[in-house]
């Protein structure tokens, strides 16, 4: 049966059309939520004054001079960010085409909140009518920094936010935040790890974002991003591939590969090169997949028939951010912007 999840996306806010997710003023007034935007009790009138007549009419057009009548500096620029994205997202007649544009534009100009934003909407069309907790789990990782650890032979990717929320007020809110302020000691919150027993339980806590994903090359962990992977580029690049986790990069005529974040594509492109890798580095290369073109008529003439190698990677301080959009531009998709090692 397939679920509803990540209701904060918006996606039941958006117009979905045979092109992609065309963007409403009812998603655009979700942004209004938002703790950079929601005026604080110390606001200025102005910045409540911008703030109520928004709620009221989220693509009401905002003046220069309004803009730069409020008080606050960092709410004034919190605010240009805000409607900077509001014109960009409905320039475009789906939020797939503003995300294309935003990555082939010389810099990304929109504000990281706004850009992950767009990510999830995107990504949770694509896992629409999905029944398994596990492919939704590994779909946060699109769009939400995780923090990684090593126990047991076992590679744990846990929601970074979260983790820092329970250290900052033990997964008690406001109250828990007072109380560690007056240094009382809190119960720990344990963060389970997504397993077959307590999988069901994701579709009543996914907004928590507080399951633990294990991504060992043989796990359900690293086939549920696998198969994330293989709906996002036939939504976002329309070719069909077929991805699977593999353990190592053990190909003599190896050709083309993508890094789907930064250290990773470091890692692969120094591999590629015969360039000699530290333990340290490679032991942060997490995850390795091969990626298989169904139609071999879509790629460039030089990878017909060729596997692309994709790679998994954190930081040296065990954070990871992927990056999906590494994809649109790495692939060698016949008639894109295909690099190698990008």
Request: charged share 25%.
């Amino acid at each position: 049966m397939a679920q509803d999840f990540w209701a904060a996306s918006g996606y039941r806010d958006l117009e979905a059309t045979p092109g992609g997710l065309k963007p409403t003023a009812a998603w655009i007034a979700r942004f209004l939520g938002r703790d950079e935007l929601m005026p604080p009790a110390d606001a200025g009138p102005r910045e409540r004054a911008m703030h109520a007549r928004l709620a009221r009419e989220p693509m009401a057009t905002v003046a220069a001079q309004t803009l730069a009548d409020i008080e606050d500096p960092d709410a004034r620029e919190n605010w240009r960010e805000f409607l900077r994205f509001r014109e960009r997202a409905m320039a475009f007649p789906t939020l797939e085409a503003c995300y294309r544009d935003l990555f082939a534009r010389p810099e990304v100009d929109l504000a990281p909140p706004f850009v992950d934003a767009l990510t999830e909407a995107i990504v949770r069309a694509s896992l629409e009518g999905i029944d398994d907790p596990f492919v939704a789990r590994a779909g946060e990782m699109f769009f939400r920094r995780q923090r990684v650890s090593a126990e047991e032979g076992r590679v744990l990717c846990a929601d970074a936010t979260t983790i820092e929320l329970y250290a900052e007020t033990g997964g008690f809110g406001g109250v828990g935040r007072l109380l560690r302020q007056q240094a009382t000691p809190l119960p720990e919150v344990k963060m389970d790890v997504l397993n077959a027993e307590n999988a069901p339980f994701y579709w009543m806590r996914d907004e928590l974002h507080s399951f633990v994903l294990d991504l060992a090359h043989d796990g359900p962990g690293a086939a549920a991003l696998a198969t994330v992977l293989e709906r996002w580029i036939a939504r976002m690049a329309g070719a069909r591939v077929t991805i699977a986790p593999v353990p190592r990069v053990d190909d003599e005529r190896w050709r083309w590969h993508v890094g789907l974040d930064v250290d990773a594509s470091a890692i692969l492109n120094a591999l590629y090169r015969g360039e000699e890798v530290a333990g340290a580095d490679l032991e942060r290369l997490l995850l390795l997949f091969r990626l298989d073109f169904r139609d071999a008529g879509v790629t460039v003439a030089d990878a017909a028939g060729r596997p692309v190698y994709l790679g998994l990677a954190c930081r040296p301080d065990r954070t990871l951010k992927m990056k999906p959009q590494n994809l649109l531009a790495g692939l060698p998709l016949a008639g894109g912007a295909a690099a190698r090692g990008a």
